[in-house]
């Protein structure tokens, strides 16, 4: 890939297959549903997303959607919504988010961030969808590095990020706030351009 183009004529993918996985990128209309995973998801979301503090209604959400759908086709942000997919490869339930996000297009980096509903953590979903992104990141978007960035304490996180071939380089002290807004540690881990 030639890293000179302007990133808005780069043809990046609406959707994205995995074995047990659909990502798509987001759309008008999908507010409501969104509104309603995140309130079902607050006591699992709340203690690592500022964004996840209270319920969101429809209509916020929705704005955040068109939003995101935004930056996607200007390539400032590339959102995902993370879906079961369905034997016939469509997608189902709406099981959460995924992105690359804080992209820096001069030096091709770009930071993965997800979230997935509590009744559908620990299935592998999150794991494909980082493989995904990965992929895409390096294979079609000429990415030279890829990091994923969480609180030191968020566990089940820096697991996806190990499994997902993922190399620890540090812990950044006090690098954060915390929802609470105490100092928080976050952990880097990134892959690179082999």
Partial sequence: MNTNTDPLLI???????????????????????????????????????????????????????????????????????IYARRPDGSAGRLLGGTGLHRIDW?????????????????????????????????DRLGARRVEIRCDAKNLKSRGVAERCGFELEGVLRRDALGVDGTPRDTALYARIMA
Wanted: charged share 25%; aromatic share 8%; with cysteine.
């Fill in 106 to 138: 001069s030096v091709r980096k770009f930071e993965i961030g997800y979230w997935i509903r509590p009744d559908a953590a620990g299935q592998g979903h999150v794991s494909e969808a980082v493989r995904l992104l990965t992929s895409l990141a390096f």
């Fill in 11 to 81: 043809e990046v993918r609406e959707r994205l297959e995995g074995e047990r996985t659909v990502l798509q990128a987001p759309r008008a209309g999908l507010g409501a549903e969104m509104a309603v995973v995140i309130a079902q998801s607050l006591s699992h979301l709340r203690p690592w997303m500022p964004w996840a503090q209270e319920a969101p209604t429809a209509e916020s959400s929705e704005l955040v959607v068109r939003r995101m759908h935004a930056d996607f086709i200007a390539r400032r942000d590339l959102c995902f919504q």
